[in-house]
Nanobody, 114 residues
């Protein structure tokens, strides 16, 4: 069983920044991809950013130019640097590890509000 533990969420003003971290209980290099998803109240969960084992990254249009996903294989950690945050970024953010099965963390709340 794989455990993913997110941290770094919180309350931030519009225009601010946060960095989310996801620590995996297994070597992240063993997964096909790692990613960040989010789910706002009343909405479906959506992909925010992902990084394949090859290093190829993919971003939702809403995240391009503002968010950066990165990985530190030595620490089994994936990060999501979020800049220029907007109120519409408010959601629970989930870490995902993808192989034959999808693994999910418990989520971390991000609230962007003045």
């Amino acid at each position: 069983q794989v455990q993913l533990v997110e941290s770094g969420g919180g309350l931030v003003q519009p225009g601010g920044s946060l960095r989310l971290s996801c620590v995996a209980s297994r070597k992240i290099a063993s997964f096909q991809a790692m990613g960040w998803y989010r789910q706002a109240p009343g909405k479906q969960r959506e992909m925010v950013a992902s990084v394949k084992v090859t290093g190829t990254t993919n971003y939702a249009d809403s995240a391009k130019g503002r968010f950066t996903i990165s990985r530190d294989n030595a620490k089994n950690t994936v990060y999501l640097q979020m800049n220029s945050l907007k109120p519409e970024d408010t959601a629970v953010y989930y870490c995902n590890a993808k192989e034959a099965t999808d693994y999910w963390g418990q989520g971390t709340q991000v609230t962007v509000s003045s």
